[in-house]
């Protein structure tokens, strides 16, 4: 099986990779151009594949612009992060391909997107013209809009649902924890979850503290 693995890893030509919000900001709150760089260092190596980036970190890379010192829990103060930080974090990706003569596009969702047939086709359209024109999509949830009753939860659950919605080859989940699981890691009865083949096996994923946004 693990063989069976590789060999798909290998050939693989369209790829959603997600990374989460602590792969690339500072401890104190902030993008860190140095990770962003040597993210798409590697990922721009791979010029043969088609790569749908799902990227966290606007909550994040808001924080330190609007002098705040740790995550607001408040969602209105929350947003106003992710207003402030999205563009930033777009910005820096862009800077960073552009190194490699390549373009991004900034692709921003809602759960109602993905539920809502006429906004799901129109979402998979614009992936699919993105991929055809060679820029790299860059998708994050839409957090200036989406409340706690309608949010994704975690760009896990986002990241497998971008990866069904084009098809995806394989799905790559970039984080500072060993894997997927269905709970906290630590906690007593978490199981890791070895392959996902529904998007209701994500409903228990557990976030970090950066994570979100």
Same mark, same amino acid.
């Given at each position: 099986?693990?063989?069976?693995?590789?060999?798909?890893?290998?050939?693989?030509?369209?790829?959603?990779?997600?990374?989460?919000?602590?792969?690339?900001?500072?401890?104190?709150?902030?993008?860190?151009?140095?990770?962003?760089?040597?993210?798409?260092?590697?990922?721009?190596?791979?010029?043969?594949?088609?790569?749908?980036?799902?990227?966290?970190?606007?909550?994040?890379?808001?924080?330190?612009?609007?002098?705040?010192?740790?995550?607001?829990?408040?969602?209105?103060?929350?947003?106003?992060?992710?207003?402030?930080?999205?563009?930033?974090?777009?910005?820096?990706?862009?800077?960073?391909?552009?190194?490699?003569?390549?373009?991004?596009?900034?692709?921003?969702?809602?759960?109602?997107?993905?539920? !809502?047939?006429?906004?799901?086709?129109?979402?998979?359209?614009?992936?699919?013209?993105?991929?055809?024109?060679?820029?790299?999509?860059?998708?994050?949830?839409?957090?200036?809009?989406?409340?706690?009753?309608?949010?994704?939860?975690?760009?896990?659950?986002?990241?497998?649902?971008?990866?069904?919605?084009?098809?995806?080859?394989?799905?790559?989940?970039?984080?500072?924890?060993?894997?997927?699981?269905?709970?906290?890691?630590?906690?007593?009865?978490?199981?890791?979850?070895?392959?996902?083949?529904?998007?209701?096996?994500?409903?228990?994923?557990?976030?970090?503290?950066?994570? !979100?946004?």
């Amino acid at each position: 099986m693990a063989g069976v693995r590789r060999k798909d890893v290998a050939e693989a030509r369209r790829v959603v990779v997600k990374v989460g919000s602590s792969s690339l900001t500072t401890a104190a709150g902030g993008l860190d151009a140095d990770r962003v760089d040597a993210l798409v260092d590697v990922l721009a190596k791979h010029g043969e594949r088609e790569i749908i980036l799902v990227s966290s970190g606007a909550i994040a890379a808001g924080l330190a612009p609007l002098g705040l010192s740790r995550r607001p829990r408040d969602l209105a103060r929350q947003q106003a992060a992710a207003s402030v930080g999205q563009g930033l974090l777009v910005a820096r990706y862009t800077a960073s391909y552009a190194r490699y003569g390549r373009r991004v596009g900034q692709v921003l969702l809602t759960s109602d997107d993905m539920a !809502r047939r006429a906004h799901y086709r129109n979402a998979y359209r614009t992936l699919e013209q993105l991929l055809a024109m060679g820029a790299v999509p860059v998708v994050n949830e839409n957090d200036t809009v989406a409340t706690d009753e309608i949010r994704f939860g975690d760009n896990d659950r986002l990241a497998a649902l971008v990866a069904h919605l084009v098809r995806a080859d394989l799905l790559v989940l970039l984080s500072d924890v060993d894997g997927l699981y269905d709970g906290h890691p630590e906690s007593a009865g978490t199981s890791r979850i070895e392959e996902v083949r529904d998007h209701a096996e994500l409903d228990g994923v557990e976030i970090g503290s950066v994570g !979100r946004g």
